[in-house]
């Protein structure tokens, strides 16, 4: 028994991360076609990950939302003894447009809040990513009337001015 116990374990261990050892991962602007589908808006800068996540929440403050959301496996992985390069989404909304577009589609709020994605490139720079408002609640629009394609179409305009400010030298 403890003999199966060991083989199972020597087979397993290539499989473990080794500890310190850094991921490669793609850097967001070097996709082809763009990070995953239509929609998307990909904004390179010049920043370093901390300073454009710090860039990115003052920016969400000063359009009027809230940071709502903020998660990422950078410093659980690290905690493991992975290394992977910053990786960070941040959920941005206001009561105001929750309560708008609760009216309008119930469904619709499963988008709620809508995510910047933003990530460490290989030369330490990072990029802003997120996926245009009007994109997200397309799917509900016949359901809910224009008017929900007029509040999109205002968050669409806060997410690219969020984005500008975050990436702006």
Same mark, same amino acid.
């Given at each position: 028994?403890l003999?199966?116990?060991?083989?199972? &374990? /020597?087979?397993? /261990? #290539? !499989?473990?991360?080794? =500890?310190?050892?850094?991921?490669?991962?793609?850097?967001?602007?070097?996709?082809?076609?763009?990070?995953g589908? #239509?929609?998307?808006?990909v904004?390179?800068?010049s920043?370093? *990950?901390?300073?454009?996540?710090?860039?990115?929440s003052q920016? @969400?403050?000063?359009?009027?939302?809230?940071?709502?959301t903020r998660?990422?496996?950078?410093?659980? =992985? &690290?905690?493991?003894?992975?290394? @992977?390069p910053?990786?960070m989404?941040?959920?941005?909304?206001?009561?105001? *447009? =929750?309560?708008r @577009?609760?009216?309008?589609?119930?469904?619709?709020?499963?988008?709620? #809040?809508?995510? *910047?994605?933003?990530?460490?490139?290989?030369?330490?720079?990072?990029?802003?990513?997120y996926?245009?408002?009007?994109t997200? /609640?397309?799917?509900?629009?016949? &359901?809910?009337?224009?008017?929900l394609?007029?509040?999109?179409?205002? !968050?669409?305009?806060? *997410?690219?001015? @969020?984005?500008?400010?975050?990436?702006?030298?």
């Amino acid at each position: 028994m403890l003999r199966t116990l060991l083989t199972m &374990a /020597l087979v397993a /261990l #290539p !499989l473990l991360p080794s =500890a310190g050892a850094a991921q490669d991962v793609a850097d967001m602007t070097a996709l082809p076609g763009g990070p995953g589908g #239509p929609g998307w808006e990909v904004h390179p800068s010049s920043h370093d *990950f901390d300073t454009l996540v710090e860039r990115t929440s003052q920016a @969400i403050a000063a359009h009027g939302l809230a940071v709502v959301t903020r998660a990422g496996p950078t410093g659980a =992985a &690290a905690n493991r003894g992975v290394e @992977i390069p910053g990786n960070m989404v941040i959920g941005a909304f206001n009561n105001a *447009f =929750a309560v708008r @577009i609760l009216r309008l589609s119930t469904p619709a709020m499963i988008h709620a #809040p809508i995510r *910047f994605y933003l990530t460490e490139n290989a030369d330490g720079t990072a990029t802003l990513g997120y996926i245009r408002p009007t994109t997200l /609640l397309a799917p509900y629009a016949d &359901a809910a009337g224009p008017d929900l394609a007029v509040a999109a179409s205002e !968050l669409d305009a806060l *997410f690219a001015a @969020i984005a500008e400010d975050a990436v702006a030298r």
